[in-house]
């Protein structure tokens, strides 16, 4: 047994790991309403570990991506140049507003709530908006620039403050602007910037004083084999009662937070 290891925590990360596995949804959407709901963590420390958590696992993601070729490094970069700037503005606002308990941890929840709403509702009905994007005029290379940086600004805000909007909500977002692009490119380039940006922010709360790093070990320690076991039953899942199921989940979690 691992000094320090809270049964409980592990199942935790066991459980999401096996359902990012299973489904693609991110584990920020997952993981940080299970700590402040389930486990009393407070939003900032469980925004700030989150982060760590992600940036961690989704380096293995990025690798095996990279590895398949299924990574646009022109839309990571593109998404970059607006992500890791509004993540730095972000923590130094985050900074100045206290610490947790006060007035951050209010605007952190808030925006956990709202975020976990939008991601129930792109989890919902991603396929309907991709087929959606796919009949109407495509932007071209030059046209589709600034609202990618637009949208890396506005999922750099939002993961700073919630953990949650680099999985379900970007990858909707993106298959919108790039509908000529398989998804599995989409999925892969939505992974690959989510490091820089999780590392960035995970960082910046560190700094503040919001990562835990016994419970971080906890929840890897249950995730890495649950990824692993949903991503080998992922073909086989049915999809059909995944997706609702989940973006209920979501639903509830976000409008419990919000009240």
């Keep these: 047994m691992v000094a320090g290891f809270d049964l409980l925590h592990g199942i935790a990360g066991l459980f999401v790991g096996f359902l990012v596995g299973l489904t693609g949804v991110g584990g920020g959407s997952l993981m940080t309403p299970i700590l402040v709901l389930l486990f009393g963590v407070s939003p900032h420390t469980a925004v700030g570990t989150d982060l760590l958590f992600a940036a961690l696992t989704k380096s293995v993601g990025t690798a095996a991506h990279g590895w398949k070729a299924t990574v646009e490094w022109r839309i990571v970069r593109r998404l970059a140049l607006g992500s890791v700037p509004a993540a730095v503005v972000t923590l130094l606002v985050l900074s100045q507003l206290g610490r947790p308990g006060s007035r951050a941890a209010a605007v952190m929840v808030t925006v956990l709530g709202v975020m976990l709403v939008l991601t129930a509702v792109a989890t919902l009905f991603q396929k309907q908006l991709a087929l ?21 600004a506005a999922i750099g805000v939002a993961v700073t403050v919630s953990s949650v909007g680099a999985g379900a909500i970007g990858v909707t977002a993106l298959l919108m602007l790039y509908p000529a692009l398989r998804v599995s490119r989409i999925v892969g380039s939505d992974i690959a910037h989510a490091v820089p940006l999780t590392l960035v922010a995970g960082f910046g709360h560190w700094v503040i004083g919001g990562v835990d790093f016994v419970l971080l070990g906890n929840l890897l320690i249950g995730s890495i084999p649950g990824v692993l076991v949903g991503s080998l039953l992922s073909s086989r899942s049915p999809d059909h009662i995944l997706r609702p199921a989940l973006a209920a989940v979501l639903l509830v979690s976000g409008f419990k937070l919000l009240s």
């Design 132 to 152: 959606f994007a796919k009949t109407h005029e495509r932007l071209d290379e030059e046209a589709s620039l600034w609202p990618t940086i637009a949208l890396g």
